[in-house]
């Protein structure tokens, strides 16, 4: 069975500063794991995916994740936050069934 | 691309009165799947439809059913509203390829649904 673990519910940044978010899996198969953002009222879009390959991974807005299986990690990072990035994002893996299964979500608050 | 339309935005309903929400899938998207998102919480999955049969269901009670038509568009119905059951549902449409795999899914903005 898949499932994630998204370490802190909240992470506060400046403007400018490093963005971490950080994200655990648990699989029995080897996981395809997925970055998703939602902004208030919306549905999700997809930061960035990691199914095979290159370990390192770049998606959207300058974001990138890097899937480490001795860690069983694929945390998502941004060098220079924004404000725009203040958001709920959603960290997910699937296995076999192709279906995700999303972690409870970390909001990410961008301070001035 | 048209993307993912769902209806209503919003709603409001009775404790044990019947909802049915509605989905278009993202042209060219074979297979639906229906999230349950909880304030605060992550979505939750329920059920999945590929070419219009059940292709997998999460933790939920039969009182949650869906259906997916030919032109791939999808409802979810739900039956003797809780009020448990207020929260945003998320439709997500996927196209199959890649060898059949679907990587990632296109979410829909959702249907707030209230159950007072």
């Known amino acids: 069975a898949q499932s994630v673990t998204q370490l802190g519910s909240h992470v506060s940044v400046s403007e400018g500063a490093l963005v971490l978010l950080r994200c655990n899996y648990s699989?029995?198969?080897?996981?395809?794991l997925f970055w998703y953002v939602q902004y208030p009222n919306q549905g999700l879009q997809l930061l960035l995916k990691?199914?095979?390959?290159?370990?390192l991974v770049k998606g959207i807005n300058g974001f990138e994740a890097e899937f480490k299986k001795s860690e069983t990690s694929f945390h998502l990072t941004k060098p220079s936050a924004h404000m725009s990035d203040a958001a709920e994002y959603f960290c997910?893996?699937?296995?076999?069934?192709?279906?995700?299964?999303f972690g409870r979500g970390t909001s990410l608050i961008v301070h001035p | 691309e048209t993307g993912v339309t769902q209806s209503p935005t919003h709603l409001i309903k009775t404790r044990g009165q019947q909802v049915t929400l509605r989905c278009s899938s993202q042209?060219?998207?074979?297979?639906v799947s229906w999230y349950q998102q909880a304030l605060g919480q992550g979505p939750q999955f329920i059920f999945q439809y590929y070419r219009e049969e059940e292709n997998g269901r999460g933790n939920f009670p039969p009182r949650f059913s869906g259906l997916q038509f030919p032109n791939y568009s999808s409802e979810l119905n739900v039956n003797a509203l809780e009020l448990d059951d207020s929260a945003l549902y998320l439709c997500?449409?996927?196209?199959?390829?890649?060898?059949?795999?679907?990587?990632?899914?296109?979410f829909g903005s959702g249907t707030r649904l209230t159950v007072v």
């Open positions: 990691y199914t095979t390959g290159a370990t």
């Open positions: 997910a893996s699937s296995g076999g069934s192709y279906i995700p299964t």
């Open positions: 699989s029995s198969v080897p996981p395809y």
């Open positions: 042209s060219g998207h074979n297979t």
């Open positions: 997500a449409s996927s196209a199959p390829g890649q060898g059949g795999l679907n990587y990632g899914y296109t």
